[in-house]
């Protein structure tokens, strides 16, 4: 093969490997996309951000394929290489810490449920009641640190919401001996939660209704009439 052969062979070779080793840098200067020299740590920086997976194309007005995928220029041979062979990842952190995000919020809108002193925790002067002391207990005990908060339940009124806030903190200071500095705030809510004397009275009326337990029935029935039909 002639000197002119063997230099034309290896201008194809390298033509076809472009984006295996250093990029184009023979073949042109700026790339019209990034606009970095081609081969350079800015360059491959830039083709780095391009998303794997095939891209979508538009033949005789119809999209190849059906499904939505990046319409951008492919992929480097390096970077597929680098996608195959590390997938899911780095994507599926992407949805893993989107699942996270959601799960945490879920979380923190339970706490604050939790941590919510209702209407039904304060008696006509807005003082705490024995139900409404113990849940505001188990707030100061039993709630992580990240989560511990005291929120009062809004009305309509400013006035009575204030006046509660201040007694909460009265009732702070006394169980803990002046140690805790806790903050406590109102928001907008709804109880779906029934006071414990509310439930006693379903439980006691479900109690009374019972019918007195008896053997038999009308008519000869029940057990008495069973028994007579086992009988040979």
């Known amino acids: 093969m002639s000197m002119i052969g063997r230099f034309s062979s290896t201008l194809l070779l390298a033509s076809s490997l472009v984006g295996c080793a250093t990029g184009p840098v023979s073949f042109q200067r700026d790339d019209c996309i990034t606009g970095s020299e081609p ?34 220029e492919r992929q480097q041979f390096t970077h597929s290489y680098h996608s195959a062979h590390y997938w899911p990842l780095p994507y599926v952190c992407q949805d893993r810490q989107y699942v996270r995000d959601i799960i945490g919020i879920q979380e923190s809108n339970g706490w604050q449920q939790q941590t919510t002193i ?70 907008r809510g709804r109880d779906y939660s029934r006071p414990a004397s509310e439930v006693k009275i379903i439980n006691d009326l479900y109690d009374s209704s019972i019918p007195t337990p008896r053997l038999g029935g009308s008519g000869g029935g029940g057990a008495a009439g069973a028994a007579s039909a086992l009988t040979p």
Request: with cysteine; glycine share 6%; hydrophobic share 30%.
């Open 39 to 72: 081969g350079s740590c800015e360059w491959w920086s830039e083709r780095a951000l391009a998303p794997p997976g095939s891209r979508q194309k538009c033949y005789k007005g119809k999209n190849w394929p059906v499904r939505p995928r990046p319409t951008g």
């Open 118 to 187: 209702y209407h039904r925790h304060f008696d006509e002067n807005h003082m705490l009641t024995k139900p409404g002391e113990l849940h505001l207990i188990d707030i100061l005990e039993v709630t992580p640190d990240a989560h511990r908060a005291v929120y009062v339940q809004a009305s309509a009124n400013p006035e009575i919401d204030n006046i509660r806030i201040a007694n909460i903190h009265q009732a702070i200071a006394e169980l803990s001996g002046g140690t805790d500095s806790i903050s406590v705030t109102t928001r």
